[in-house]
């Protein structure tokens, strides 16, 4: 994965940085390919990837570790008037800190269904919670084929399902 990054071409720029916060994170063995990144007026507030294994936290997804990162920086745990970027829609519990944390919107690259091509067991648990039809205007597919490569070159990788 030496040039990983140099031919994954996301159109938005905040969807670029959540999917090098991603890179960085499987290459170091962090965890799954979910980098996240919280804007505020245009700026980058917060990031974060998936550090589950790593950390050896179940909840250190890569959403919670951007918002933990952007109330640290901000001061605050109020993160009205921020959008939120990440490659991997978010699962039930990262959904719920972010409404939690008042983060106005949502922009993933990869859906439910394509975290279970890769392993993950989101759908099992968004079941659990009565899915996400309510807040379908707050959750915003962008740049999906970017993050697909990404998931492909995580697929290739030697790495533990959890």
């Known amino acids: 994965m030496n040039s990983d990054k140099k031919y994954i071409q996301a159109e938005n720029r905040f969807m670029k940085a959540a999917i090098e916060e991603a890179f960085e994170g499987i290459r170091n063995g962090h965890g799954g390919p979910f980098g996240c990144v919280i804007v505020r007026d245009g700026e980058v507030v917060g990031r974060g990837h998936n550090r589950v294994l790593i950390n050896t936290d179940s909840t250190a997804h890569g959403e919670i570790e951007a918002i933990r990162d952007a109330g640290r920086r901000l001061k605050t745990h109020d993160l009205t008037g921020c959008e939120l970027y990440t490659t991997g829609e978010p699962c039930p519990m990262c959904l719920y800190a972010i409404l939690w944390a008042n983060i106005d919107r949502v922009y993933y690259g990869c859906t439910i269904g394509d975290n279970?091509?890769?392993?993950?067991?989101?759908?099992?648990?968004?079941?659990?919670?009565?899915?996400?039809?309510?807040?379908?205007?707050?959750?915003?597919?962008?740049?999906?084929?970017?993050?697909?490569?990404?998931?492909?070159?995580?697929?290739?990788?030697d790495h533990k399902i959890y």
Do not use: V
């Open 116 to 157: 279970a091509e890769i392993g993950f067991r989101d759908e099992k648990f968004d079941k659990l919670s009565g899915g996400r039809d309510a807040l379908k205007e707050n959750l915003i597919c962008i740049d999906r084929e970017a993050c697909l490569q990404l998931f492909r070159e995580y697929k290739k990788m």
